[in-house]
């Protein structure tokens, strides 16, 4: 049975930072693709990274915070991380893991494309 358990959010000050932790298992990161969404109050669930290793790693960001976040991944644990630096208002949201049975391209960003989804974790940007 696949499944993801995200944690690691909280309550933050502008420009602070925060590492969400996704915890991987029933399948196996080389395999599968790991998105990372959110969705604020009112606003649709968007995407905001993708990481995969099928055939070569392939790594891609949301424009709004590719100069601040950092997917990453231990293959060991079987965990996935998302470190975002410099955190705005507007990066409030609830925070969500997702895999997919492919590997992130183009349409990374797309919800339909992902398979299985955590429960999320809410992160607050307190200005």
């Known amino acids: 049975e696949v499944q993801l358990v995200e944690s690691g959010g909280g309550l933050v000050q502008v420009g602070g930072s925060l590492r969400l932790s996704c915890a991987a298992s029933?399948?196996?990161?080389?395999?599968?693709?790991i998105g990372w969404f959110r969705q604020a109050p009112g606003l649709e669930r968007e995407g905001v990274s993708c990481?995969?290793?099928?055939?070569?790693?392939?790594?891609y960001y949301r424009d709004s915070v590719e100069d601040r976040f950092t997917i990453s991944v231990d293959h060991a644990k079987n965990m996935h991380y998302l470190l975002m630096n410099k955190l705005k208002p507007e990066d409030t949201a609830v925070y969500y893991c997702a895999a997919a049975d492919t590997e992130c391209t183009t349409d990374w960003g797309s919800r339909v494309r992902y398979d299985y989804w955590g429960q999320g974790t809410q992160v607050t940007v307190s200005s």
């Open positions: 990481m995969s290793f099928r055939n070569r790693i392939r790594t």
């Open positions: 029933g399948f196996s990161f080389d395999d599968y693709a």
